[in-house]
């Protein structure tokens, strides 16, 4: 009887485990894949969400008057985007690589000497200018929809950014 008991438990035991685990991939499978996906290409956005923490870093640093940290996230900024360069050169029929030289890189030149002369005006001032060229490029890439802020009214993370 009690050999008969357990046999059963283990029975129901496998049916259930087959209803659970083996039904569920027959439920939709691949549904969640986006259509003519390209699995191959990095995910632009991915690498922009990226980006965009180093630039929320880089104008908190800036808004403290923390020129090391902001040299910091301004050489991990540069970084990121020859990475976006190299990665993905074109997304959606938009130079993103040409356009990354003509608008995103250019003002990086005014925060290198504003983090050199530790001038936290001067930071400010590129940052400014780093947050609108993210802007112009987003509305050259036909998505004037994106808009990035200085994000410096609260600090969001578990970090300190003052000198
Ligand atoms: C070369 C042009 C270009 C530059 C320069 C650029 N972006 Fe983007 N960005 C794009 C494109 C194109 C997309 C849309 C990607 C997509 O459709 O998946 C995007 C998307 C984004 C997104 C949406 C993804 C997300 O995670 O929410 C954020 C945020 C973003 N960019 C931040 C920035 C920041 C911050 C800067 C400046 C430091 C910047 N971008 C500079 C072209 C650019």
Do not use: W
């Not at 690589?97 to 003509?102: E, S």
């Amino acid at each position: 009887m009690r050999v008969r008991v357990s046999t059963l438990f283990i029975l129901v035991g496998v049916s259930l485990y087959a209803l659970i685990v083996l039904q569920a991939p027959t439920h939709g499978a691949g549904k969640l894949e986006p259509v003519g996906s390209d699995v191959t290409q990095p995910e632009l956005a991915l690498l922009m969400g990226d980006l965009q923490r180093l630039t929320h870093k880089l104008a908190l640093s800036a808004d403290a008057g923390n020129a090391e940290l902001a040299n910091f996230y301004m050489y991990e900024s540069l970084e990121q985007m020859k990475k976006i360069q190299t990665e993905v050169p074109e997304y959606e029929g938009q130079p993103v690589a040409l356009l990354m030289d003509r608008l995103g890189l250019p003002p990086y030149a005014a925060m290198q000497e504003a983090v050199n002369a530790k001038d936290k005006q001067r930071m400010l001032n590129a940052l400014d200018a780093v947050v609108q060229s993210c802007n112009a490029c987003h509305a050259a890439t036909l998505h004037p929809f994106i808009r990035i802020t200085r994000g410096t009214e609260v600090n969001p993370f578990n970090q300190s950014f003052q000198p």
